[in-house]
């Protein structure tokens, strides 16, 4: 992964960086570098994320889902972390086993996915640290009764993705499931390079030593220095950035295989750095798509932001056939490849001509090897940009007001907060 | 469609809308009504798009896809405007002919889509004002030579969806191609309700008579005060909530086949909005799904944002088995619905119990006559956005830099912006 910072700095945009900030920005980074060292060192909570290449066991994961080759598909049971790093894989790489994410609750939309699928023929994954979030444990219910009524046994069809103890892993062990374990000292949003995201991708036949090796390298180029570490690079010029007014950072690959990337990547920036009054706000897009559908207010609304591009040096391409259609002849013996291609660096000037702050992340290819060096270096980022702000970057303490709320709402006990949920200030306008 | 503004008062949230403020917002929304309305009368640019359920001809519509009937499939080539209406149609109404939109020119995403569908069975619906947009173009020519390649016979399977005179409109009458014209006056992203949004739901065996009744009561609903009207309401207090510091807007319906809507109401409000430097960042959320993502960052980030929820009333419901799982039992005997709409409530108290302004917008179904009217009063309410700003509302300049810069790098012509592409300031770290 190559980070260019080129169009982040003030000679070219508003906000941007004068040079002479990055050297400063620049031994921040070195002592960010070693506090962040000193955690993994010692193994503490969210810093344990970036050992993963390390403590990964690959050989077990492959083993898990030995049983379940021949799935047509996969149902993954899990929400927020437990369910977006998984997917971006899925998205990204090609597979004849198809991958689906029961990550809502949305009673109609449930229903008509597991009419879809041959259940039959279909691997259960169940992912949740704790084994009592109630819309995984609500869907596992489902997809089990489903199951049941289908005449499929669901206890050959399941495994289970938990924490060493808990409801899940109690129904594992009644039930002989296979399991695997949510690695201690990782949150779910930094947990694709374990058991949580890569169980469902090594069923779909992806490489995930490869992704493993990506991440292994991406490791091995963080350094005490901006200048040498892209993935350091960029969560500092995003911080950078942000504390200067670009408040919005719009996460925008030029690539449709990266777009649930763009995902994965907003509730990782949101969760870890959205705290205490601070934290830059994502915004997930897709080139070239979204030119004719935010890149307007980009470029000729509030300089509150900035435009990360993710764009990818080599893909397959496909040849634009000529045509006699007037004023169109120029595209004809082109490619898509380049049309793409072409719009990429129009934008990314496009945006430069406006002033607006951007950076240009780019991979080699979308392969398991450079998506695991994207994820990593992208978590790297976010570790580094907490630092930065100075918060608990691992934690995320403002969901659990909701939690209670609807927990008591439900039934589940007594809480406050429920009480909140009736008090409610109407104003209704029909 | 109801809007519920209680919570974006300043009693509830920071920033939040006093009452007497309300007040001196209304006597504005009546003067804006008033312009909206002389527009709409003299059928100006882009007011027109709020005549379009008197205008709208769904016989046409019917008869001209009435030769694609029975087809298992449906390309709609487009971007932007083109796609987003109709794509929101699509996703949020069930149907056994399934809808693609070729809205990117990714060739390995084009590649995968083409040899996945069965062209044989396939229409092909060709969207573009202009017929010159490259993206379209290109994308119709790869479609044709896909269909050739497979010895299907391109022109009896497509129509084309165009202005008056172009490209499009020489190819249809040369080939003899059913096609339909966009009407005047309607910028693409204000399109849904005409010829551009409607042909493939009609051929997807949608009513779209229901469609465009939902939108005339919508109209009928309009009104010279905030109080009387919930799309003016909801168009009033975002501008409010925006100038007052709420710069970003999480769109946030509740219900799966609602995430495009969500999508097209970004594009609605950026590109109508963004310009003369205002305009409130749209951000496409989801519930309940992003209250593992992007719930953190709205309670406890900064306070520049509001979230608008869009709930629905009535829904089909599934049962949540019994369970003998400890510390879940309280989930058994309740109902996907009723936990999707506990978390909607406990999310919309806990964004309000700390301080973040949020609107609830609700609807009684997501059906044909919802969607419609929907669909018209967001419209609506970013026309009475725009009239507050005082903004050019129905333009988008700020892309013509980037589509002159991307066609002169393919060698369609001279232009400068080209050049500056060259002049890239780099600063790359790897």
Do not use: C
């Not at 890569?198 to 990506?214: F, K, M, N, Y």
């Not at 990547?265 to 935010?294: C, F, I, N």
Request: glycine share 10%.
């Amino acid at each position: 992964m190559r980070v260019d910072i080129g169009n982040a700095l003030d000679e070219v945009a508003t906000p941007g960086i004068p040079e002479d900030a990055l050297d400063r920005l620049d031994s921040r980074v070195a002592d960010a570098h070693e506090r962040i060292a000193e955690g993994r060192a010692a193994h503490e909570h969210g810093y344990e994320s970036l050992n993963l290449p390390e403590t990964v066991d690959t050989g077990a994961i492959r083993e898990a889902v030995e049983p379940f080759q021949g799935s047509e598909s996969i149902i993954n049971v899990g929400i927020g972390g437990s369910a977006l790093g998984s997917a971006t894989l899925s998205s990204a790489l090609e597979s004849d086993v198809d991958a689906y994410y029961l990550d809502n609750v949305d009673p109609e939309w449930i229903e008509r996915l597991l009419e879809e699928i041959d259940l039959s023929s279909t691997a259960v994954n169940v992912v949740s640290r704790s084994g009592t979030t109630a819309e995984t444990l609500s869907n596992f219910l489902v997809v089990q009764q489903a199951m049941e009524d289908e005449g499929v046994d669901w206890a050959e069809r399941t495994w289970v993705t938990t924490g060493e103890s808990g409801n899940l892993r109690d129904l594992a062990d009644k039930h002989d499931l296979p399991s695997l374990k949510v690695p201690d000292g990782v949150p779910g949003r930094f947990s694709v390079l374990s058991t949580v995201g890569l169980a469902s991708a090594a069923l779909q036949g992806h490489d995930i030593d490869a992704i493993v090796e990506g991440a292994r390298d991406a490791e091995r180029s963080l350094s005490g220095s901006l200048y040498d570490s892209p993935a350091y690079a960029y969560g500092a010029i995003a911080h950078a950035l942000d504390i200067r007014g670009a408040g919005v950072n719009a996460m925008m690959p030029y690539s449709e295989s990266l777009e649930t990337f763009a995902e994965w990547y907003a509730q990782l920036w949101a969760e870890s750095l959205g705290k205490d009054g601070l934290g830059q706000t994502p915004v997930r897009a897709l080139g070239a798509t979204d030119q004719h559908s935010q890149l307007q207010l980009y470029r000729a609304g509030p300089h509150d932001k900035m435009v990360t591009f993710v764009q990818v040096a080599d893909r397959d391409d496909v040849a634009i056939p000529e045509t006699d259609l007037e004023g169109l002849s120029y595209l004809g013996g082109s490619s898509l490849g380049e049309l793409i291609d072409a719009e990429f660096e129009a934008t990314e000037a496009s945006l430069a001509a406006a002033d607006v702050p951007n950076v240009r992340i780019e991979i080699d290819r979308v392969d398991e090897y450079n998506l695991g060096n994207l994820l990593y270096n992208m978590k790297a980022a976010t570790v580094m940009a907490g630092e930065l702000y100075g918060i608990d970057t691992y934690v995320q303490p403002a969901v659990e007001w909701g939690k209670k709320a609807a927990r008591g709402l439900l039934g589940g006990g007594d809480f406050e907060e429920a009480d909140a949920v009736a008090e409610k200030n109407v104003f209704e306008i029909e």
